[in-house]
């Protein structure tokens, strides 16, 4: 080990701008209003927000501990937390299904820099429905541009992380974090304005206990992991850039309550908007890109709020694309000694690979299909459902029965310098001990189909 001193956050802010940033990301504006369409409204976040307080949130801790105890890349971390374990599956996983997840959330980055693009341009905002969808999986579907797009997505990523943590990540995060707040807020008071918004605010929180499914239950676990970044390693490697000094439990309760409420935000600036203008509000992940052009185009000044929404969900998704690619250059810059510059280059001319056959997919290699599902499809269903659970079942164990109690009180009081009640640590060691790996166990299999619940 050389002895300069590791990169690191300068500030508390700059460390809590940079975790809600990778918090807050397509999976709050893309995923998480369509997932409480399907899943019969307010029934699925109440499930949502239970998954957090009691599963997550204790995970989040785990993720904390392995991270900021060990001051190292997710690799490193095991390694140096409990040497020679079959633990290290953590770090292969954790770089695998950050690459499997970045080659996909890089291309819809890429859309949403095209949709910035077409918002300004005349004609974009039309109310036709077929013609928007046409449009849209005209472009998604081409060769080239959408390959362009993801390419460029990826080089802005590239080019903040190549920065590092300080003169990176936070520098860029400080603006572009607080930024999201601003203009979600903007959107939700048009939406909640617009004559019948009632229906859709409705919608979003009158709970139909009768459209839940035992998958209802994996979608809301599998989206809680992918939207507070869990599970692979994520929050883990931001940890390990955190101060010894800084108490985090509150960082992790901060990053929970940022993200779920944003993503709470975002189902309110989408769904009176759509009711308001009596669209299916199930329309899917092609909700964002061809529902609410629609509805912009019906608006006073539609184009200010298109740009906004495209741009709200750029820097979403650019914040969040860094703390993956942030994984990777940690893990090729500490373990395989690589500079910093030549793990980002070597990281991002992989994803640009994967990222462009995702992209292909939707097109020309769209036949090109394994268990029914195109490659992008795979990406997404495999690291949210199998991948990311997985993940999390290995950090609770590791954390849960491997790490000693001593310890991660330690780390979770900040060396005995912020005290933590006695039942309260008890009881987060129970949920790690017990309930999350049999929780996320259940959940998992009776997802993929394997046990039958209902
Ligand atoms: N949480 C982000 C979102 O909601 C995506 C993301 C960023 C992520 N870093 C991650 C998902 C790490 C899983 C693991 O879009």
Not at 389 to 418: N, Q, Y
């Amino acid at each position: 080990m050389s002895h300069s001193k590791r990169d690191g956050f300068g500030s508390r802010f700059g460390a809590l701008v940079a975790l809600a940033g990778a918090a807050i990301g397509l999976g709050n504006l893309w995923r998480f209003p369509y997932l409480v369409g399907n899943n019969g409204g307010g029934a699925f976040i109440l499930i949502y927000l239970a998954f957090v307080a009691i599963l997550l949130l204790p995970i989040m801790y785990a993720e904390f501990v392995i991270g900021r105890r060990s001051q190292a890349n997710v690799f490193g971390a095991v390694k140096k937390l409990a040497p020679k374990s079959w633990f290290i599956t953590i770090g292969v996983l954790s770089v695998a299904v950050t690459i499997t997840i970045l080659s996909f959330y890089s291309v819809v980055g890429g859309w949403t820099i095209e949709y910035i693009v077409k918002s300004f341009s005349k004609g974009f905002l039309i109310t036709d429905n077929e013609a928007l969808k046409n449009s849209f999986s005209e472009f998604s579907s081409a060769t080239y541009r959408p390959a362009i797009m993801h390419l460029i997505f990826l080089t802005l990523t590239a080019l903040i992380v190549v920065g590092g943590i300080k003169d990176g990540i936070e520098k860029y995060t400080k603006f572009l974090t607080p930024m999201l707040f601003v203009i979600i807020l903007i959107l939700l008071i048009r939406s909640v304005t617009l004559p019948g918004a009632s229906e859709g605010l409705k919608f979003l929180f009158y709970p139909d206990f009768s459209k839940l499914t035992a998958s209802s239950f994996l979608d809301a676990l599998g989206q809680g992991f992918f939207s507070l970044s869990l599970g692979m390693g994520c929050i883990i490697t931001y940890a390990s850039y955190v101060n010894k000094k800084e108490n985090i439990r509150h960082m992790s309760l901060t990053t929970v309550v940022a993200d779920t409420s944003f993503a709470v935000l975002a189902g309110i600036a989408v769904m009176p908007a759509v009711f308001a203008f009596g669209i299916n509000p199930t329309s899917g992940p092609s909700l964002v890109f061809i529902t609410l052009p629609q509805i912009f185009a019906q608006l006073p000044f539609g184009a200010v709020f298109s740009v906004l929404f495209f741009v709200v969900l750029f820097v979403a998704a650019i914040t969040s694309s860094i703390s993956m690619m942030e994984i990777v250059v940690a893990y090729l810059s500490e373990e395989l000694k690589m500079s910093r510059k030549v793990a980002v280059l070597a990281t991002s001319l992989v994803l640009a690979f994967t990222g462009i056959l995702c992209s292909l997919s939707e097109g020309v290699l769209g036949g090109f299909k394994v268990f029914g599902k195109n490659l992008f499809d795979l990406f997404d269903y495999t690291s949210n459902n199998i991948m990311l659970p997985l993940g999390g079942l290995l950090v609770v164990l590791f954390v849960g029965w491997r790490l000693k109690k001593a310890d991660v009180l330690d780390e979770l009081t900040s060396a005995g310098t912020i005290p933590m009640k006695k039942q309260i640590f008890g009881a987060v060691i129970f949920i790690l001990k017990f309930v999350a790996p049999i929780a996320i166990a259940i959940v998992m299999l009776s997802g993929i189909g394997l046990i039958k619940l209902f």
